[in-house]
Nanobody
Framework: QVQLVESGGGLVQPGGSLKLSCAASGFTLDFNAMGWFRQAPGKEREGILCIGRDDRTPHYADSVKGRFTMFRDGAKNTVYLEMYFLKPEDTAVYYC?????????????????YGQGTQVTVSS
């Protein structure tokens, strides 16, 4: 059974930083595609970052380019999302996602598994 468990969300001031973790079980993330999505109240789920099996660097949505990044730790079977220069509009529930493709994309249909999400609130 595949499980993805996110952690690390919370309240942060504008301009601050936060690091989210996504621990996978029942799924080897090094060999597959991983993505990060977010969903703000009243909005559709948005793909923001992903990394495919053979990618050396992640793919970014324009909304987070230059501020967010992600990386994998194969030994821990965990993927991380590092967020810098956070803005109030980054407030959302953040989800990690996993799929069996070697490539990755930023659309929800490309992933089979999602975590339960973790809330990130950017506010002063």
């Amino acid at each position: 059974q595949v499980q993805l468990v996110e952690s690390g969300g919370g309240l942060v001031q504008p301009g601050g930083s936060l690091k989210l973790s996504c621990a996978a079980s029942g799924f080897t993330l090094d060999f597959n595609a991983m993505g990060w999505f977010r969903q703000a109240p009243g909005k559709e789920r948005e793909g923001i970052l992903c990394i495919g099996r053979d990618d050396r660097t992640p793919h970014y949505a324009d909304s987070v380019k230059g501020r967010f990044t992600m990386f994998r730790d194969g030994a821990k079977n965990t993927v991380y999302l590092e967020m810098y220069f956070l803005k109030p509009e980054d407030t959302a529930v953040y989800y990690c996602a996993a799929g069996y493709s070697s490539n990755c994309g930023l659309t929800t249909g490309e992933y089979i598994y999602y975590g339960q999400g973790t809330q990130v609130t950017v506010s002063s």
